[in-house]
């Protein structure tokens, strides 16, 4: 099944501007074909200047008394030079491209289901809209618009679908920690007694970590990411720090296992100390609104499976506020962030129609 007419040539429009986040000239690029293409489909765009970026809402209004989001974002990874290096290109059944999961093909996905509410008003539909932000990919916090969705019946993510053509119904709790230990820097020969090793001290640590902490409770997951330390060949190394990435399947997981790394050993003359970043919340499973999703999916004539992601993404802030969230409603694809990055353009047509039925009540 081919993607509905047009959306090759947006998709290829759209992919064609670098917009890597905090890139203005890029991102206002993008911006202004988003919203151009939703006027020229019958939907209201407003464009909004924050600190991180152009804001882009585009919506649609019904007569019911819903609200539902669409959610996504309009930044890429990619650096200023890629498009034109790696225009959108069809190989067989798949579209590849800077963006296409990551998400350009979601966006559009989320556009074509908007453009088919305004015109064919149903009596089941309420106000819909299509929030794309500026900064996805580089903000470790929530969006500066999360306060406009909190009164939001529900919410559709439009991250791409999974390989499999599974929607991602629940997300990990994630965050990064940094541990820092101070010691002592001493000669390694001469005066080796005197010294104080922060590496020895981080190294035990992190083993305690992988042992003590990584998978004690179901979903936990604790990596030592990186560990830094050293001065010279012939020095002890006073000082060290080390990366962590935490995974859990609830905020209260989550929180067991920071304070849990943060409960460090005794080791005579380091001082350690642990970083408190609050990082990314989970997407909880969003009940019937997920089951729905599945029941569409099948009536479209689309894998109907769902999955659990380890990474996070601004549905789990959606979820957050307790609005009902769902995710990976985007294209079927993968390769995010990297040279082959890819959309299945058969998935496209039955997205498209799933994302504008569950926009209805
Ligand atoms: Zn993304």
């Known amino acids: 099944m081919e993607p509905p007419a047009g959306f090759v040539e947006r998709l ?42 152009p804001l882009v809402v585009i919506s649609t209004q019904g007569p019911a008394a819903e609200r ?7 930044d890429t990874v990619y650096p200023v030079g890629t498009a034109a290096l790696r ?9 590849l491209g800077p963006g296409v999961a990551d ?13 088919r509410l305004a015109r064919d008003p149903d009596p089941t539909h309420g106000r819909v809209e299509l929030w794309i932000v500026p900064d996805e990919e580089g903000r470790l916090t929530e969006p500066s618009c999360l306060a406009d969705w909190r009164d939001a019946t529900r919410a559709i993510c439009l991250e791409c679908g999974r390989a499999d053509g599974a929607i991602v119904t629940t997300r990990m709790a994630v965050t990064w920690l940094t541990l820092t230990a101070a010691g002592r820097d001493a000669h390694a020969g ?18 305690r970590i992988e042992e003590e902490i990584h998978a004690a409770r ?3 997951q604790a990596t030592i990411t990186e560990l830094h330390a050293g001065v010279g060949r012939n020095t002890v190394p006073g000082s060290a720090t080390a990366t962590i990435d935490v ?3 609830t905020l209260a997981d989550l929180r067991w296992a920071v304070a849990a790394i943060g409960r460090f050993a005794e080791h005579d003359g380091i001082v350690l ?3 408190d970043d609050p990082g990314f919340p989970p997407l909880d499973h969003a009940g019937p609104f997920a089951e729905r999703a599945l029941a569409v999916l099948a009536e479209v004539g689309a894998p109907a499976r769902e999955a659990l992601a380890a990474g996070a993404s601004d549905g789990s802030w959606a979820s957050s506020i307790g609005v009902p969230t769902i995710d990976g409603l985007g294209p079927i694809g993968g390769g995010d962030h990297g040279p082959d990055e890819w959309i299945d353009a058969t998935s496209v047509g039955p997205r498209i129609e799933a994302v504008h039925r569950l926009c209805r009540g």
């Not at 225009?87 to 579209?95: F, T, Y």
């Not at 979601?106 to 289901?113: D, E, R, S």
């Open 12 to 53: 290829t429009a759209l992919c064609a501007v670098d917009s890597p986040t905090g890139d203005a000239a890029g991102l206002a690029r993008s911006a202004a074909l988003l919203s151009e293409w939703a006027r020229a489909d019958g939907l209201e765009a407003e464009v909004r200047e924050t600190a991180d970026g």
């Open 68 to 74: 539902v989001l669409l959610i996504g974002h309009h």
């Open 87 to 95: 225009p959108v290109e069809r190989r067989g059944e798949l579209l």
């Open 103 to 115: 998400m350009r093909g979601g966006l559009l996905v989320g556009l074509g289901a908007l453009g």
């Open 190 to 207: 001469t005066e080796r007694a005197v010294g104080r090793s922060a590496l020895l001290a981080l190294a035990r640590e992190a083993l």
């Open 218 to 220: 179901p979903g936990v």
């Open 247 to 249: 995974r859990a399947l």
């Open 273 to 275: 100390q642990r970083s």
